[in-house]
């Protein structure tokens, strides 16, 4: 185990990128604070990894960390992000989630309207509605799946009424 210490600060990123999935692989929970600090690691490969590892982990101490990083440079560590948070089921996550749903990413977009309804959080419905006119169609898609199982008939209902043409078909 000492070497897969070592090997989160070896300056290669393939030797980072694969400590820290072997050390999700096994399950080590005290590497959590080691892998957390990955977070913030300057190549986004190794920043998304640790994203994806700490959710893999599920120890959640690593919410604050998890939070923080939907605001990193690279969309696919703030797309891990989410999809960690919100397998963590973490109510906490929920506002900087909300801030997530604006995210120039449409990977981001749609995986931020996937974790709040895997949240069930109602109260972001009104900010989800906005994304039925987003741009990129798998997002709008996903925010039809998510009003499913968020509020169902009303949901629908809310969808005929206020969407336009293209959110109709």
Same mark, same amino acid.
């Given at each position: 185990?000492?070497?897969?210490?070592?090997?989160?600060?070896?300056?290669?990123?393939?030797?980072?990128?694969?400590?820290?999935?072997?050390?999700?692989?096994?399950?080590?929970?005290?590497?959590v604070?080691? =892998?957390?600090?990955?977070?913030?690691?300057?190549?986004? #490969? =190794?920043?998304?990894?640790?994203?994806?590892?700490?959710?893999?982990?599920?120890?959640?101490?690593?919410?604050?960390g998890?939070?923080?990083?939907?605001? #990193?440079?690279?969309? #696919?560590?703030?797309?891990?992000?989410?999809?960690?948070?919100?397998?963590?089921?973490?109510?906490?996550?929920?506002?900087?989630?909300?801030?997530?749903?604006?995210?120039?990413?449409?990977? =981001?977009?749609? #995986?931020?309207?996937?974790?709040?309804?895997?949240?069930?959080?109602?109260?972001?419905?009104?900010?989800?509605?906005?994304?039925?006119r987003?741009?990129?169609?798998s997002?709008?898609?996903?925010? =039809?799946?998510?009003?499913?199982?968020?509020?169902?008939?009303?949901?629908?209902?809310?969808?005929?009424?206020?969407?336009?043409?293209?959110?109709?078909?």
């Amino acid at each position: 185990l000492p070497e897969l210490f070592r090997a989160l600060r070896d300056g290669d990123r393939i030797v980072r990128c694969t400590a820290i999935s072997a050390l999700a692989d096994i399950g080590l929970q005290k590497a959590v604070p080691q =892998v957390i600090r990955m977070l913030s690691d300057p190549d986004g #490969n =190794v920043s998304a990894w640790a994203a994806l590892a700490l959710g893999r982990l599920g120890d959640k101490a690593a919410v604050p960390g998890l939070a923080e990083a939907l605001r #990193n440079e690279n969309p #696919n560590t703030r797309y891990w992000a989410a999809m960690s948070l919100a397998d963590f089921g973490e109510e906490a996550a929920v506002p900087a989630l909300m801030d997530m749903l604006r995210d120039e990413s449409s990977g =981001v977009r749609w #995986n931020v309207v996937e974790a709040l309804g895997k949240l069930g959080h109602k109260a972001a419905l009104p900010e989800i509605l906005k994304l039925l006119r987003d741009p990129e169609p798998s997002v709008q898609s996903t925010v =039809v799946e998510t009003l499913q199982k968020l509020d169902g008939q009303e949901a629908l209902k809310t969808l005929l009424r206020d969407g336009d043409d293209s959110t109709r078909a």
